[in-house]
């Protein structure tokens, strides 16, 4: 398919797990791809790399005018950097509030800042958020990130409004429990990871993890040209969590 010939498109977060599936399925659709992340050096053509931190306003500033340059504008933007907390609301102090709040919330305000006035000149602009089912179900232990995606999701309905007039189309996929390296971090550290592995995949109805590559799909879809009337939804990718109950096995 090559939905995406002719776009140009930036993809935070894009050098590891969804960011990366995404980075790659957009230029093989097509797209011109700049990836910003904290370490883009496994980034590789025909991918560019460009190195910059979301809490730090001057470096996204100068990473997306950097990308734009390169590229010769911008059509899409993906805010997909984010990272994870553990614990209720008792287990984290105002700074670690702060920090993760900084990098999934503010990071995605200063990269879409930044990004607008390409996007604006674009004919096909789309911006993609990376949110969560923890937006949108109340998971244990996740107080501090849940808050932090559900913000997000708040956040891609404003923009939406904000931007229509504008020619730029805001939405967001909430992925379940996704196969990527960050998974793989949280499990090493569990006591026994095969059943943290377990009990994880038993709590999708599909019964396994969603990968990375079917994220990366449903947010090509929604940055696609393909899309073209579709702002300010969210699109789940999860394995049926937030949608089915089923019935137990065998009744
Ligand atoms: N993996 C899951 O189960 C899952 C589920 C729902 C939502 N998500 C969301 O998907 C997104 C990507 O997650 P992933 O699983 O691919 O994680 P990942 O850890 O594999 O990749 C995250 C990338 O973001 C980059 N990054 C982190 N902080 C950054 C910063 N301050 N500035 C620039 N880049 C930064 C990292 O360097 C890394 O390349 C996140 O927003 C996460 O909240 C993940």
């Excluded at 776009?7 to 797209?31: D, P, Q």
Aim: overall charge negative.
């Amino acid at each position: 398919m090559t939905d995406f010939e002719g776009l140009k498109a930036l993809v935070t977060g894009g050098a590891s797990g969804i960011g990366r599936a995404t980075a790659e399925l957009l230029a093989e659709r097509g797209a011109q791809v700049a990836v910003l992340d904290l370490d883009p050096s496994c980034v590789e053509k025909p991918l560019l790399g460009f190195r910059a931190d979301v809490t730090d306003d001057t470096s996204v500033r100068a990473a997306v005018a950097g990308a734009a340059e390169a590229l010769g504008g911008l059509d899409v933007l993906v805010n997909n950097a984010g990272i994870g907390a553990q614990g209720t609301v008792e287990d984290n102090d105002d700074d670690e509030w702060r920090r993760v709040f900084d990098v999934n919330v503010l990071g995605m305000v200063r990269t879409a800042r930044a990004a607008l006035p390409h996007l604006r000149r674009s004919a096909h602009a789309a911006i993609v958020n990376t949110c969560s089912i923890a937006a949108t179900a109340g998971l244990p232990q996740r107080a501090l990130y849940s808050a932090t995606k559900g913000a997000v999701h708040s956040l891609t309905l404003a923009m939406a409004a904000d931007h229509i007039r504008e020619g730029v189309r805001v939405n967001c996929v909430n992925p379940g429990t996704a196969d990527t390296p960050w998974i793989g971090r949280l499990l090493d550290r569990a006591s026994d990871p095969a059943a943290e592995r377990a009990a994880l995949e038993a709590r999708q109805p599909a019964g396994r993890l969603v990968s990375a590559a079917e994220v990366a799909g449903a947010i090509a879809y929604l940055a696609s040209p393909l899309s073209g009337a579709t702002t300010g939804t969210s699109l789940a990718v999860d394995g049926g969590m937030q949608g089915l109950r089923l019935r137990p096995v065998g009744q």
